[in-house]
DNA sequence: ATTAATACCTAACAAAATTAGGCATTAAAA
DNA sequence: TTTTAATGCCTAATTTTGTTAGGTATTAAT
């Protein structure tokens, strides 16, 4: 079973609610959190990650420090006083979406 | 309020959905359905909407007749056989995708 | 020595929607 | 009666966002 790509545009919603949830988090970090909730149904790409978090840092609301562990880099990212704000419009606006969409694809759509 | 924009990428799956379930729509009338069962919360525009309806003609999923209604065109469409095949495929593969995201936006992820 | 896992990244491209219109008819409101 | 709202179709340019397809480097396991 091939993983779900992500839903488009929930990218960004998706990593604040990570860090909404964690204080902070590395990117990788972040792949394998959402693989793990979702068992592996959902696989955010690293492709898609990377730059997404560069924009969040270039709106201000993401922040980063970096450190070295293990010999490897890992730049760990968590919200902004702008990206707390933020996260809870984005989280919020996400999921009415998915209500109504979800009440899209389980109604009976006029032929009732 | 203003109402959601469609989730990107949903919009052909939420097409082949009402079309499963009205046997013949027209385009306008799309855009009807989706607030009113929505109750106003999910917008599908007409310059999305247009062009997704073409490109499903194009694919073989959907075929189209013409009626003159109150002097007003209509063109209804409606699933070939190739698209109730994929139709119930795709509807699948979205609810699948939402239940992903939301484990991911219900979950407490790592710092319980 | 090679492979898998960890860990970061970019560039070219494609998919899909948004923004911003256009055109035409009918019914209602000013 | 002229203007606006509703119905009904549509396109073009642009933007947003993710995919495909890589690259680089370290550590641990085979």
Redesign the pocket.
Known sequence: MEPN????????T?ILKLLEQNSRM???????AVREVTKDRM?????????????LVDEGLLE?T?EV?????????SLTKKGKKESLIKINALKEALESLNLILNSNLGNA
């Open positions: 790509p992500v839903i488009k545009g929930s990218l960004t998706i590395y990117g990788y970090e972040m792949t394998r696989d955010i790409t690293e492709a898609a990650l990377y730059p997404a978090l560069h924009k980063t970096s562990v293990e010999g490897r880099i890992r730049k760990y990212y």
